[in-house]
């Protein structure tokens, strides 16, 4: 089993639509939770840090489910710009180390 | 902002060429990473710093050395570049102190290398 797992999709939205993300990851030790959004041939860029209360930026929600180990992003009122993939982050305090893992995404088109 | 520059956004090498990627950040970040990105696969971690001087291997070290004697900078060197190396390189640099961090990673806008 994959440590971080997302639906690849494509998930094809019209604009205005909300749709939802999620991600399951697989270790209960996991410490700090993210989501990226990586643009066509660009770097991930940081999009919202997942809290455990749930937290909110404008269109955006994500929540955070420890119990059965799954992070939640959805948007809200899709625009055209919201057309990326959507990375998972999860990160692992270990022994001695620590670990940051990525999932391999999720695709989002939205259409006109 | 936090600013992380590569040296190359595209590099064409030929098989058994050694291969130098750099990777600068302004912030005075305690750690940097490098990573590779090929489709399916996601980002996987090649090497790790957390400071001037230290490295850790990620998950796929194999073929991959790393130099960090400044701490604004961070390379990644293929000995021997194969086509099998041929992906998207993407560094980043995260704040952190010390070996354990759950900061931001900011990432560079890549480096596209082809091995022929």
């Known amino acids: 089993r994959k440590e971080v797992e997302q639906d690849p999709g494509p998930f094809n939205v019209p604009e205005g639509a909300t749709v939802a993300f999620n991600c399951t990851y697989s270790?209960?030790?996991?410490?700090?939770f993210f989501w990226y959004r990586q643009d066509c041939r660009k770097e991930p860029k940081l999009l919202m840090s997942?809290?455990?209360s749930g937290n909110e930026d404008g269109r955006f929600t994500a929540q955070l489910n420890r119990a059965s180990q799954y992070i939640s992003l959805l948007i809200r009122d899709s625009k055209l710009s919201d057309s990326a993939t959507y990375l998972c982050?999860?990160?692992?305090?270990?022994?001695?180390?620590?670990?940051?893992?990525f999932g391999t995404g999720t695709r989002l088109k939205v259409l006109a | 902002d936090v600013k992380v520059t590569q040296s190359s956004r595209y590099l064409v090498k030929r098989t058994g060429e050694k291969v130098f990627l750099e990777c600068v950040q302004d912030?005075?970040?305690?750690?940097m990473f490098w990573y590779r990105q090929d489709p399916g696969l996601g980002l996987r971690l090649i090497y790790f710093?957390?400071?001037?001087?230290?490295?850790e291997k990620g998950d796929i070290p194999e073929g991959y050395s790393v130099s960090r004697e400044k701490k604004e900078r961070f390379s990644l060197i293929l000995e021997s570049a194969s086509t099998n190396q041929t992906s998207m390189y993407l560094c980043?640099?995260?704040?952190?102190?010390?070996?354990?961090?759950?900061?931001?990673?900011?990432f560079g806008p890549g480096t596209r290398l082809t091995v022929l």
């Open positions: 980043a640099s995260s704040l952190g102190a010390g070996r354990v961090s759950t900061d931001t990673q900011y």
């Open positions: 270790n209960s030790a996991s410490q700090s």
């Open positions: 997942v809290y455990s």
């Open positions: 982050v999860v990160t692992m305090n270990l022994p001695g180390t620590y670990k940051y893992i």
């Open positions: 912030m005075d970040h305690e750690n």
């Open positions: 710093s957390y400071d001037v001087k230290m490295k």
